[in-house]
């Protein structure tokens, strides 16, 4: 990530979801807990905790939808997260729906 990109990074001001993906996109790309931290102004053990669990309490089901948005953000179809995660594609879409689409 160049100067300019983590410039232009801090200056924005992200919703919580949109934060959840930029943060999941610069883990993808390498950047370390500690650098993203910085770069959003949270410690490496939030970023750690939201990318974890969506940034709460950790229940089965925050497990689940943690699980669905990172192989949503990853670019499968709801169709193979659904077969991935062993639940129905209208779970998978329930999920995105409030955590994603909204």
Do not use: D
């Not at 993203?36 to 669990?53: A, F, K, P, T, Y």
């Not at 990853?74 to 995105?96: D, F, P, W």
């Amino acid at each position: 990530m160049t100067p300019e990109e983590r410039l232009q990074l801090v200056s924005l001001e992200l919703s919580a979801i949109e934060r959840k993906k930029q943060i999941a996109r610069m883990r993808l790309q390498g950047a370390s807990y500690q650098e993203i931290g910085q770069l959003l102004g949270v410690s490496r053990q939030r970023v750690e905790q939201i990318l974890r669990n969506g940034g709460g309490k950790v229940t089965k089901g925050n497990k689940k939808r943690s699980q669905i948005i990172a192989l949503y953000l990853q670019g499968q179809s709801r169709h193979q997260i659904a077969l991935k995660l062993k639940c129905s594609v209208n779970t998978v879409t329930a999920q995105l729906k409030k955590q994603v689409w909204k």
